[in-house]
């Protein structure tokens, strides 16, 4: 197995375990800062919903950083060089 196929499995890992929750919780986030509870008793304050949003947006960020820095090509692989006859 190839780093290529590595990068992408860990790309499609850190979606669905990172991603996914990170959307979820924007959108619980995004509808607790506007006062709009997402809980039947009792709605949180805005400021947990804010910080929310800041927590979504780390968990989204971090796939882009897995698949940016696995599959990226790196200068002076062996790949770039020229065949040698």
């Known amino acids: 197995m190839n ?7 860990a ?3 850190t979606v669905l375990l990172c991603g996914c929750p990170g959307l979820f ?3 619980f986030g ?4 506007a006062g709009q509870g997402t809980f039947n008793d009792s709605s949180l304050s805005p400021s947990v919903g ?4 800041c927590l979504a947006l780390i968990l989204i960020l ?3 950083g897995v698949g940016f ?3 990226r090509k790196k200068p002076g692989t062996p790949e770039d ?4 006859s």
């Open 81 to 84: 060089l020229p065949p040698v």
């Open 3 to 9: 780093s290529k196929n590595t990068g992408i499995i």
């Open 69 to 71: 820095f696995t599959l």
């Open 50 to 53: 804010f910080g929310l949003i």
């Open 25 to 27: 919780l924007c959108l």
């Open 62 to 64: 971090i796939p882009v």
């Open 30 to 33: 995004a509808l607790t800062a």
């Open 11 to 13: 790309t499609v890992a």
